[in-house]
């Protein structure tokens, strides 16, 4: 787990090392452990080094193949190496280190490109061919570790982070509207810009190649998800061994470190199967918990902290439990920090994924997390059940993106922005970057109840897992701290695709009985707690029941609370000064006074938007007006 950062000048300009040292700087708190450069003429990769496998000087990037050819900057663990290190011995490879990264440069040398569809891990990889003189960038099947890229026609500058991009004398620095637009409907960005102008993130599972020819720049996707084709002949028995078996297979090879390796306990199930399998092999894991003063919280944000279920999973697993309690205090000192790193808005109140990340950084390098569980075994029953009697796809994409609308829908967008700022974006654009994300797979039918459903765990694979992986990559990494995600291993994730969504979801008949075509097919909200069946089934002999049992919580501060509560000056504080507010560039703070009003009167919860404000507000600040953090 590291950073990386290059410069390709297509146009034959020498690349500056004083210019990549500045870049590497930015990425520092990526890779502590040292610090790797090369430079060849037109070409400079540079390299910040978190060691997690063989952390002696051999594992040191960038590393070059034996004959010389291909070069390689690598971020992320491939789980599998040491399967395809003993291939490739047999071909006659010999090797120097006991590094995955020497592993993917002679892999690549012996097979070519191709070769990176072999790697069982997360990676963002850069790799020059000095032979044919391209550069070649990719990133692993599902998007957990970034990679940026700004292109100007003549040079391309990519990194792990945006920050580093910053860095180049030739970027100008501006809003992408259209990604703001984006934002502000969903939460997230669906489309692979971001807010600054130009730059754009690699999508998962794409492959980018620039030679000296280059005129634009063209993404090659290598793997997508298939939900589709479900295998309806495999019994609920044979496939909750299954995924039992998988489960522990994909944990057992994610323990492979040369350094300290911990696990976040939350108290649900996902982060408790990972930690019952992981105490296999670390007798006395470290686990680690955030929760939150309840003090001052009331109404159904008063079970928000999980420390009572997670010191019984803990006293259960018999692990090393180390806790870390949040007050409303804390969002003011690290909202700015939090920004700074993330520099990529999106999903959700994530403040607390930043606290437990620095907590568990002080006693391991590594950390096993539970995301992805939901999303491949259906952990969302209440979203799939408002579209599953959708009768046509327009009817499907009519209900589900008024859902996906988590912020401010498409007709409050002319109260929401600024006259200038509306001059440069459409409102429709939203809608269709939403069903793009659809279109773009062509094997996904709208016909049955079934077939919604995993058309929305497509969606929700393709864009909010994504989303979750960003915030996780950047906030660990804040900390010197590599995740890892147990439940996206290939092999668990080929075979989740084909569990029939009967077996995930234990009330999806009842539901499909209840459809009356006589009846408005806009269903309220109801509220559900039956996803996850095979999942929670096949981990019934490692966890207590209590935990199988739960329902279904996510990790997240009461902020409904804190914001009408202790929290409320600093809201009104940074969104309502005049003399201050940087984003009323783009927002009108009468919209968003609207907003504070109406959450602290207690009319609307509107915790999400609020959130999103004040990150947006720190953005401006950061990175259009220099503030230091």
Same mark, same amino acid.
């Given at each position: 787990?590291?950073?990386?950062?290059?410069?390709?000048?297509?146009?034959?300009?020498?690349?500056?090392?004083?210019?990549?040292?500045?870049?590497?700087?930015?990425?520092?708190?990526?890779?502590?452990?040292?610090?790797?450069?090369?430079?060849?003429?037109?070409?400079?990769?540079?390299?910040?080094?978190?060691?997690?496998?063989?952390?002696?000087?051999?594992?040191?990037?960038?590393?070059?193949?034996?004959?010389?050819?291909?070069?390689?900057?690598?971020?992320?663990?491939?789980?599998?190496?040491?399967?395809?290190?003993?291939?490739?011995?047999?071909?006659?490879?010999?090797?120097?280190?006991?590094?995955?990264?020497?592993?993917?440069?002679?892999?690549?040398?012996?097979?070519?490109?191709?070769?990176?569809?072999?790697?069982?891990?997360?990676?963002?990889?850069?790799?020059?061919?000095?032979?044919?003189?391209?550069?070649?960038?990719?990133?692993?099947?599902?998007?957990?570790?970034?990679?940026?890229?700004?292109?100007?026609?003549?040079?391309?500058?990519?990194?792990?982070?945006?920050?580093?991009?910053?860095?180049?004398?030739?970027?100008?620095?501006?809003?992408?509207?259209?990604?703001?637009?984006?934002?502000?409907?969903?939460?997230?960005?669906?489309?692979?810009?971001?807010?600054?102008?130009?730059?754009?993130?690699?999508?998962?599972?794409?492959?980018?190649?620039?030679?000296?020819?280059?005129?634009?720049?063209?993404?090659?996707?290598?793997?997508?998800?298939?939900?589709?084709?479900?295998?309806?002949?495999?019994?609920?028995?044979?496939?909750?061994?299954?995924?039992?078996?998988?489960?522990?297979?994909?944990?057992?090879?994610?323990?492979?470190?040369?350094?300290?390796?911990?696990?976040?306990?939350?108290?649900?199930?996902?982060?408790?199967?990972?930690?019952?399998?992981?105490?296999?092999?670390?007798?006395?894991?470290?686990?680690?918990?955030?929760?939150?003063?309840?003090?001052?919280?009331?109404?159904?944000?008063?079970?928000?902290?999980?420390?009572?279920?997670?010191?019984?999973?803990?006293?259960?697993?018999?692990?090393?439990?180390?806790?870390?309690?949040?007050?409303?205090?804390?969002?003011?000192?690290?909202?700015?920090?939090?920004?700074?790193?993330?520099?990529?808005?999106?999903?959700?109140?994530?403040?607390?994924?930043?606290?437990?990340?620095?907590?568990?950084?002080?006693?391991?390098?590594?950390?096993?997390?539970?995301?992805?569980?939901?999303?491949?075994?259906?952990?969302?029953?209440?979203?799939?059940?408002?579209?599953?009697?959708? @009768?046509? &796809?327009?009817?499907?994409?009519? %209900?589900?993106?008024?859902?996906?609308? *988590?912020? /401010?829908?498409?007709?409050?967008? #002319?109260? @929401?922005? &600024?006259?200038?700022?509306?001059? %440069?974006?459409?409102?429709?654009?939203? *809608?269709? /970057?939403?069903?793009?994300?659809? #279109?773009?797979?062509? &094997?996904?039918?709208?016909?049955?109840?079934?077939?919604?459903?995993?058309?929305?765990?497509?969606?929700?694979?393709?864009?909010?897992?994504?989303?979750?992986?960003?915030?996780?990559?950047?906030?660990?990494?804040?900390?010197?701290?590599?995740?890892?995600?147990?439940?996206?291993?290939?092999?668990?994730?080929?075979?989740?695709?084909?569990?029939?969504?009967?077996?995930?979801?234990?009330?999806?008949?009842?539901?499909?009985?209840?459809?009356?075509?006589?009846?408005?097919?806009?269903?309220?909200?109801?509220?559900?707690?039956?996803?996850?069946?095979?999942?929670?089934?096949?981990?019934?002999?490692?966890?207590?029941?209590?935990?199988?049992?739960?329902?279904?919580?996510?990790?997240?501060?009461?902020?409904?609370?804190?914001?009408?509560?202790?929290?409320?000056?600093?809201?009104?504080?940074?969104?309502?000064?005049?003399?201050?507010?940087?984003?009323?560039?783009?927002?009108?703070?009468?919209?968003?006074?609207?907003?504070?009003?109406?959450?602290?009167?207690?009319?609307?919860?509107?915790?999400?938007?609020?959130?999103?404000?004040?990150?947006?507000?720190?953005?401006?600040?950061?990175?259009?007006?220099?503030?230091?953090?």
């Amino acid at each position: 787990m590291c950073g990386l950062a290059g410069i390709f000048n297509l146009h034959q300009k020498p690349v500056s090392d004083g210019l990549l040292k500045k870049m590497g700087e930015k990425l520092a708190h990526r890779g502590p452990d040292g610090e790797g450069l090369y430079v060849d003429r037109n070409i400079g990769l540079v390299h910040k080094r978190l060691a997690i496998l063989d952390v002696s000087e051999r594992g040191v990037q960038p590393m070059s193949s034996k004959d010389g050819r291909y070069t390689l900057v690598f971020n992320g663990c491939i789980y599998n190496y040491i399967k395809l290190r003993q291939e490739l011995r047999s071909c006659g490879h010999v090797f120097h280190s006991d590094t995955d990264t020497e592993v993917i440069v002679e892999g690549i040398s012996c097979f070519g490109i191709d070769y990176i569809k072999r790697l069982n891990g997360m990676f963002a990889i850069s790799c020059w061919d000095s032979t044919e003189e391209r550069l070649f960038l990719a990133r692993d099947r599902f998007g957990i570790k970034p990679l940026y890229y700004w292109f100007n026609g003549k040079t391309i500058v990519f990194a792990s982070e945006t920050k580093a991009i910053l860095e180049h004398p030739d970027y100008q620095i501006g809003v992408n509207l259209g990604a703001l637009n984006e934002y502000f409907t969903f939460q997230n960005l669906f489309s692979f810009r971001t807010l600054f102008q130009d730059i754009a993130m690699l999508p998962p599972a794409n492959t980018l190649v620039v030679d000296k020819h280059m005129k634009k720049i063209t993404h090659n996707s290598w793997w997508d998800y298939d939900f589709s084709k479900p295998d309806e002949s495999i019994t609920f028995e044979d496939a909750k061994l299954e995924t039992e078996r998988l489960m522990e297979r994909a944990v057992a090879k994610q323990m492979v470190s040369d350094v300290p390796v911990g696990s976040y306990l939350s108290g649900g199930m996902d982060s408790g199967t990972i930690t019952a399998i992981a105490t296999n092999y670390v007798p006395r894991i470290s686990t680690f918990t955030c929760g939150f003063d309840m003090s001052e919280v009331t109404g159904y944000e008063a079970n928000y902290d999980e420390r009572r279920d997670a010191e019984l999973m803990a006293n259960h697993f018999k692990t090393e439990h180390f806790e870390q309690v949040i007050n409303a205090g804390d969002l003011r000192w690290s909202l700015p920090k939090l920004v700074y790193h993330l520099e990529d808005l999106r999903v959700g109140m994530s403040y607390p994924n930043y606290y437990i990340a620095r907590l568990a950084s002080k006693f391991v390098k590594v950390c096993l997390q539970g995301t992805g569980g939901d999303e491949l075994f259906g952990g969302y029953p209440w979203r799939y059940y408002r579209i599953f009697d959708s @009768l046509s &796809q327009q009817n499907f994409f009519d %209900q589900y993106y008024s859902f996906w609308q *988590r912020l /401010v829908p498409d007709d409050s967008k #002319t109260e @929401l922005f &600024q006259t200038s700022a509306l001059r %440069q974006m459409s409102l429709e654009e939203p *809608r269709t /970057v939403f069903e793009r994300v659809f #279109t773009f797979n062509d &094997q996904l039918g709208y016909k049955t109840p079934e077939q919604h459903i995993q058309n929305s765990l497509y969606f929700e694979a393709k864009t909010f897992l994504p989303g979750l992986f960003l915030v996780g990559d950047k906030l660990a990494m804040a900390n010197g701290l590599e995740e890892r995600f147990p439940f996206m291993d290939n092999d668990l994730v080929d075979f989740a695709q084909k569990v029939p969504v009967r077996y995930k979801l234990g009330n999806l008949q009842r539901e499909i009985d209840k459809i009356d075509e006589n009846v408005s097919k806009k269903m309220q909200y109801r509220s559900f707690d039956d996803g996850k069946k095979i999942l929670r089934e096949a981990m019934k002999g490692y966890i207590p029941k209590k935990i199988i049992d739960r329902k279904k919580q996510g990790f997240s501060a009461p902020d409904e609370s804190w914001y009408r509560g202790e929290n409320a000056s600093y809201v009104r504080e940074l969104l309502l000064n005049k003399k201050d507010t940087i984003s009323a560039e783009f927002i009108k703070p009468a919209y968003i006074e609207k907003i504070v009003r109406e959450h602290t009167e207690q009319q609307i919860n509107h915790r999400l938007l609020i959130w999103s404000f004040m990150n947006f507000e720190w953005w401006c600040r950061i990175f259009l007006n220099g503030h230091k953090v």
